[in-house]
């Protein structure tokens, strides 16, 4: 199984605090590394938006298309700019299934709001690469 997860949300809404801050840790991941393992599975993190990088879309999922789980940062579909659907339909082309997480810009201040994101997210992974 190849599964890609967006955490989508606004410019600001916490995105990559809720990767660094929150997923990596409870991953075992340094904040700087890209690189998951879970099982047997291998992974990679962006945890900056396409958006805010610039990147070459199609380029940079051919880098990591031979991983089984991405975990990619981007803004929802209706900021300007967002390449959600963009990067939806390219890892789709490549064989991966696709879950989006979101995260709401001013719901909560507070860290544990951002910490119950990267729960689901990992209780995700857990589910499905055992």
């Known amino acids: 199984m190849k599964i890609a ?4 949300g606004e410019h600001f809404a916490g995105k990559s605090s809720t990767i660094n801050d929150f997923l990596k840790p409870r991953l075992g991941i340094p904040n700087k590394n890209k690189f998951i393992f879970k099982s ?18 199609e380029s940079r999922l051919d880098k990591i298309k031979q991983y089984d789980i991405l975990i990619i940062s981007a803004r929802p579909r209706w900021e300007k700019p967002s390449d959600l659907n963009e990067l939806i339909a390219g890892v789709k082309r490549r064989g991966f299934t696709y879950q989006e997480f979101f995260i709401t810009k001013g719901i909560e201040t507070e860290a544990t709001y951002y910490e119950h994101q990267a729960l689901a997210i990992l209780g995700l992974l857990d589910n499905l690469f055992v």
Request: some cysteine.
């Open 40 to 57: 047997e599975y291998k992974g990679f993190i962006y945890s900056q938006s396409f958006e805010e990088c610039k990147a070459n879309i």
């Open 5 to 8: 997860i967006f955490v989508v």
